[in-house]
Every structure is written in C-alpha cells, then in structure tokens.
C-alpha cells in the first residue's frame, strides 16, 4: 500500500492530556471544556503519536520484510497498542463535539476519529486477537504458493509474471485455481476480524466499519457512493466498448467455446492475476492493421537495465521536474529484489520510516515495462510523503488516499515515446498513424482496471456492514465482478472458496476505492501539468519531462497534505474541486471511435 505509514499512523497516538478514559465521568463540578484545550489536547497527542510511531514502523518494516514468528509477534503489538490508544484518543476527542472550535482543530479531531482502518473493541483481549488476525491474514498472503502436482511450487510472482506472457488456456487455469487455494483458509478469520473491528467502530459512534471507511472523503458516507456511481456512469460506455472488443478477440483465439460471446470473460485469459488490467494481451486484441508501439519490456533487457537502474530512471524523471534526489539511506535500506532464503510481502509499497527523510520502497522487481510503472507509482507516493513531512502530524496524508495513488502513475503516463527516446530507450518516436494501437496498449492497462477499482469495496461495504453474512461472502464477489467487470469465474466455486482473499488488499485491509479515485484523478492532474508545462500536443503523447514549471505546480499541492479538503488541493491543481472523468474520454476518444467501429457488426454486453 504505501504509505504503509497512513495506516500506523492512523493508529497514532498516545495517552491523553485527560486520561484514556472512554464515556469520561465528567462531574457536574468540571469545567466545560474550551476552545484551548482542544488545541492543547491535539498537540499532545500529535507529539506523543509521533515518537511512538517511529518503532511501529520499524516493526512493520521488518515484517514485511521478513516474516516469521517473531517478526509477526512484534508487529502485532506495536498494531495493537498503537490502534488502542488511536481509538482511546479518538474517543476522547468527543468531548469536543459541542465546543466552537476554528476550522484546523475541528479538522483535526475529526481525522483523529476517522483515521483508523480497523477500529479494535475496547476489551483487549478482543483487540489482541484483531491485531492477531490482521497479522496472521498478512503472512497467509505474503508467504502463499501454489505447489504443482510434480511437487514443485510457485510464488505468485513466479505465476503472474507467467501469467502475463502464457496463452495456454489450461496452464492458465491451473495458475488462476491454485493461487485460489491460499485464501480459502482465510475466510472464517476474515469473518471473525469483521465482527471485532465492528465493534470498535461502534464504540467510536459509527454504525460499522463501512460507514467508517465512506467517510473519509470530505463529504457524507452516503453522498460519497453516489459520486462514485457518477464518475462510474461517464467511464462504463467506454469500458463496455473495450470489453466487447476483448471479448471478441478473445474467441478468435481461445475459440467461442472457452470465451462465449454473450457471457462475462473468463477471468484467466486477461494476463493478469485478478483481470484487474489486461495490458499484457496487447498482442492478442491489438488492431490488424500493422502498430508500432513500444515495447518497453524489451527496451529495458536490451539496455541491459537491472532493478536499480530501473529505480534511478525513475528517479531522474522527478528530479527533471524539480524535485530533490532520494536520500543515500533510500538506497541502502529499500528492498529491491525478493531476498533468497526468506517469506517476504512483495506487492510493492512505499515507505515513510520517520517522517524525516528515511524514505524507502518495497518490491521484488520484475524487468518489464509494468513494473517500470510501478516504481514511478511507489515513489510517487514517497515524494508525496517527502513533500507533506512538515505539515502537524494529522495532516500528513494525501488530500484524500485516491491522491497518493494517483502521484505515480501521473508521472507514468509521461512515459511516451518521446521521453523513451530522450532517454534512449527507442530510436524513433512512431508517427500518429500508430496511436490506436498506444492508445490500446494504455487503455487495457488504466479503463479495464476501473470498475476492478470500484467493484472491491462495493463487496467490502456490504460485507464490513454485515449486509452479507459470511456464507454469502464468495457468491457476492462474482456478483459485483460480473455486474462492473464483466468477468466470470472459469470454473464453478466451491463452497469453501474465498477468492476475496486471493487479492492483497483484502487481507491486508487496505480499502480499494482510492485506485478507482486514482485512475480518474490521474487524467486530470497529466492534463493540468501539460497544460502547465506548455505541451499542446495531443495528451496521450504529452510528457512533462523536464517541466520544472510543472513539478512546482503538484508540489504546490503535494505540500497542502490534508490541511484542506481534497477539493481545494484539487482546485489548487486543475482549476476546478470536481472529480471528473471527461479528460479520460478527451484522451482516448480516437480509440472511442475505432472501437465503435470494430463492434459495430458484434453484440456486446454480458
Ligand atoms: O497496490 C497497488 C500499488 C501499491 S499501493 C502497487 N496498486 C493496486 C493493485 O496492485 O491492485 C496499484 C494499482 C492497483
Ligand atoms: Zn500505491
């Protein structure tokens, strides 16, 4: 996740000035209490929070680095305690409900008692075993294989960088069941962390984790579903146009009887783990007519590049924007490559150790173009953090968690052939008869994985709202991946399946609608540097490479943190507060167009 801190630092906090007590017995004899010692009581948890926050993350590093017993049990604690007393605080800062306090400290107890991800009960024999839980799900994931019948077994780095290249329909399978295996034991602890945190959520005055969750976006937990049903509503013509004309290559390849033409897609065939993006079967949907379109995969092992060149590369794009070089201690302390010899959490986070500068990324890097992605994604989160570092500790947060996902991958979609070239990853810049096969190859990536964005944590809310009872957990997921992905499950499910478990964000409970929030904020905010940066070409070709002008501009709000509602960090970017997915349809609205044309003749729809 990233900011692996949010969430720890979510769980902040400290003893408080007035004493951890819940439903405090206020007697008729006490003061009321004042403006004044809000602001004092803030400052002193925001203090006691930050020191006590420093060894948490070092724990969690070294978990996550290295799991084992002793790892798990530390970091356990440190979630543990570091949860209650969040939860103690955040219950302390009621007292303040009814007090006219200014609009920072109002802010701030209100970020104090929505910070938390999974609120831990009060009795702490229940928040032992939530923390318990949460670590043991972490490890199920992290340490998980899959063992072949030949006894040989394979990680899920090993499957998915399979998965991205194999077009053997029942190796495919194979890969796509056995990495389903390692979730199934999590369901009834999954169920069980569940009812726990929503006691916790009850306890700090919300109805369940998921009205917990909805509101955290500067707006109410019910508005903020309809806002994204809206930015939904502008996207799906255009998904469902991709999706047709996937489908439809599809059955040209795998024949009509593996892909039938009036269901959902087989969830194994889209070069992808979770058909979460579908990039990688570029080859199979591209356009007949001959494209040109980079292949940065190869680019890079022809240049011989490694993991940590892949780093610095991306380091010199935010250092052409402006933007201070990584610190020595990045590269001494980041974890690169998967360690031999040890279980460790390799999807790709981004790390904030102290709120200083020891800044630091996890991930076992693969040498393909995706994951040359997906470290311009992580240090966009690190530069983020770099840049909010001085705001209080309450503050130290993007404008929302769909802005510090979207940092990353805006740099990325700078990543064109005109930045290839100047940094001599290719020859020539293909002309503009080759864009619908770039635009294919972007569009598979970033609109196939929308409604993915969307649909996990419409599973989550009704789950973490016990509007679904555990036996109903599996049956829900393909539900909503039918309803918003198109998508089915290849093979039936068991009764036992818990395929929820299979994606690294449930277990981990890292909610999900930030990536959705992302991959529309990220078109907004390339096309207001572009702007900025004076490139007047067509955006799927801007790169604002070397735009010092530009990299001024998203400091500008990268620095605001969350001292303001996420509308005003927008507005300070892009000249408006709304979220708003007609840059998406501007950027790709030539392929619009030709996939139109493609489907004209097919049905579409599932
Ligand atoms: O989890 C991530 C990042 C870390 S915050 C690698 N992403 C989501 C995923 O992998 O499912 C980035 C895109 C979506
Ligand atoms: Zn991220």
Redesign the pocket.
Known sequence: ???HKRTLLAALVSISLFGCGEKATQTNAAPAPTAADAKAFLTQAQNDIEKMQVPAAHAEWSYATNINFDTAAVSAYFNEVLSTKVANLAKEAAKFNDVDVDVDTRRQLNLLKNGLTMPPPSDPVKAERLAKIGSDLSAMYGAGEYCREDGTCKSLVEMSGEMATVRDADLLLEYWKGWREVSKPMAPLYAEQVSLANEGAAELGFANVSELWRGKYDMTAEAFPKELDRLWSQVEPFYEALHCHVRAELGEHYGEDVVPQDKPIPAHLLGNM?A??WGNIYDIVKPQQEMTVPDVTAALNAQGYDEIAMVKQAESFFSSLGFEELPETFWERSMFQKPEGRDVQC????WDLDDKDDLRIK?CIQKTGEEFN?IH??LG?NYYQRAYKNQPLLYRGSANDGF??AIG?TIALSITPKYLKEIGLIDTIPDASNDIGMLMQVALDKIA?IP??LM?DQWRWKVLSGEVTPEQYNDLWWELREKYQGVMPPVERSADAFDPGA???VPAN?P?T??FL??ILQFQFHKALCDIAGDEGPLNRCSIYGSEEAGKALNEMLEMGMSQPWQNALETLTGSPEMDASTIAAYFAPLKAWLDEQNATRQCGW
């Open positions: 996740m990233i900011t979770w979460q993006s999807h790709a986070s981004a991930m997906v994604h992580e989160h510090h996902e991958d994985f993915f964005g996990v994606k690294y964000h890292v999900y930030r990536y992302a991959h």
